[in-house]
């Protein structure tokens, strides 16, 4: 199976090409950073800081995917998109934004996006999202199934961001698959509040460690929903999941 310099499974277009992604962010150095990780993917990479450099890019690229900042310095990142649709319609779409805003999410995919990020991001976290994008788009493939994780019926394709239990898929929002990501990862380990916090939202949410309880409650309707429970809690030390019993 051949393989990126970073040890993944490689990601190619149908016809075997490289794949085509257009960066788009006004800040230098973070496009910089971007467009270094995606070509360390195999991947070719185009770079533009405002909106009227990127329309212009996409024409001459003509991109699989596109990394959209949504605050640039001459129009916003939505009004990109339009016009972006009509270089190329099936163009994947990720948004970065440094807004936390639900409404900018909602904005973000009625406009056409496809998923978004929001600052501070991982560069893993970054390549990930569009790797499983473009492979749910039909528009990259790869020689084998990439890694999964398992923990007894509940099975998590990363790359691909789709979970299935009992061979059904569960619909999980990015900030609930990461923490079912990280969950899962430390199977019959307790996980405290504070752990949750630190891995799952990077950023400092002032000791509220009620929003863990709040996404733990989430996942359970999904994952345990009408189902023999894995997320149990461990009071006065945290979460912990594990294969259900039988």
Request: one cysteine or more; aromatic letters at 6%.
């Amino acid at each position: 199976m051949n393989t990126t310099r970073s040890g993944r499974p490689a990601l190619t277009r149908p016809d075997g090409t490289s794949l085509r992604v257009l960066v788009v962010d006004d800040d230098p150095d973070l496009a910089e950073v971007l467009t270094g990780a995606l070509r360390y993917e195999g991947w070719e990479v185009r770079a533009a800081g405002d909106g009227a450099s990127a329309l212009t890019a996409a024409r001459e690229l003509l991109p699989d995917a596109v990394v959209l900042d949504v605050m640039l310095p001459d129009t916003d990142g939505f009004a990109v998109l339009r016009r972006l649709h009509e270089v190329q319609p099936d163009v994947c779409v990720l948004f970065l934004t440094a807004r936390d805003a639900v409404e900018d999410r909602i904005a973000g995919i009625t406009a056409g996006g496809d998923d978004y990020v929001t600052k501070p991001f991982s560069l893993e976290e970054v390549v990930a999202r569009l790797r499983g994008l473009l492979r749910r788009a039909g528009m990259a493939r790869q020689s084998e199934e990439g890694p999964r994780l398992a923990v007894g019926d509940l099975v998590m394709d990363e790359e691909a961001r789709e979970v299935t239990r009992s061979g059904e898929l569960v619909e999980l929002s990015p900030t609930e698959f990461e923490l079912l990501r990280f969950l899962m990862r430390n199977p019959r380990r307790v996980l405290s509040k504070a752990q949750i916090l630190d891995r799952v939202w990077s950023y400092d949410f002032g000791g509220r460690a009620h929003v863990v309880e709040l996404y733990i409650s989430y996942l359970r309707k999904k994952v345990d929903a009408g189902r023999e429970p894995m997320i149990h809690t461990v009071r006065g030390a945290g979460y912990v999941l594990k294969p259900a019993a039988r």
